[in-house]
C-alpha cells in the first residue's frame, strides 16, 4: 500500500469524452490503474490514478481539459469476499473517514487495488500497514510509519 497522486477532471457529459483521454494516454503508454466516473447534475467526475503522473498531465493539458491532482491511498487488497470490509472496519475503528473510495482488479490475479479518499491518508496508511504486518500479510515492502 502506497499514498499516490489521483487526478480528477470534470467532464462535458457527451460521448466520445472520456473515450478520448484514455486513448490519449494508451499512445503515450500511460496505463490506467483505477478509475472511476460519477455522473452528476453538471459535468460528470472523473478521478483516475495512472502509471505515469507527469505524462498524464501533459495529455491532460494538450486535450485542454482542467484537472487537480490529490493524494488518495493505493491499497492491495486480495479479491474475495469480506477483504473490502475489514479494510474498512479497520479505519473505522480508529475514526478514519472515508470521503470517497473506487477499486479496480490489479494485474495479479486474485487480487485487487482500492484507492481510498479518507480524511487522515497517513494515518490510515500506518494503520493499514500495522494490520497487514500483524497479520502477515506483506504491506507492499514498506515500513509502517511508526518505525521509520
Not at 5 to 15: D, I, M, S
Not at 63 to 88: D, F, Q, W
Amino acid at each position: 500500500m502506497e499514498i499516490v497522486n489521483e487526478v480528477t477532471a470534470h467532464l462535458e457529459n457527451k460521448p466520445g469524452r472520456l473515450a478520448k483521454i484514455c486513448s490519449a494516454l494508451a499512445q503515450e503508454k500511460v496505463d490506467i490503474r483505477a478509475i472511476t466516473v460519477m455522473e452528476t447534475d453538471g459535468p460528470s467526475v472523473l478521478r483516475f490514478v495512472t502509471t505515469d503522473l507527469e505524462t498524464t498531465k501533459k495529455v491532460l493539458t494538450a486535450l485542454g481539459t482542467e484537472y487537480r491532482i490529490s493524494e488518495v491511498l493505493a491499497v492491495g487488497l486480495e479479491n474475495r469476499p469480506g477483504i473490502l470490509a475489514k479494510v474498512l472496519e479497520k479505519l473505522a475503528e480508529e475514526h478514519i473517514n472515508i470521503n470517497y473510495a473506487y477499486a479496480s482488479t490489479a494485474a495479479n490475479p486474485g487480487k485487487a487495488l482500492g484507492i481510498f479518499h479518507t480524511t487522515n491518508i497517513k494515518r490510515a496508511l500506518q494503520i493499514l500497514s500495522e494490520a497487514a504486518g500483524n497479520s502477515g500479510e506483506k504491506a507492499g515492502g514498506r515500513r509502517p510509519l511508526h518505525s521509520r
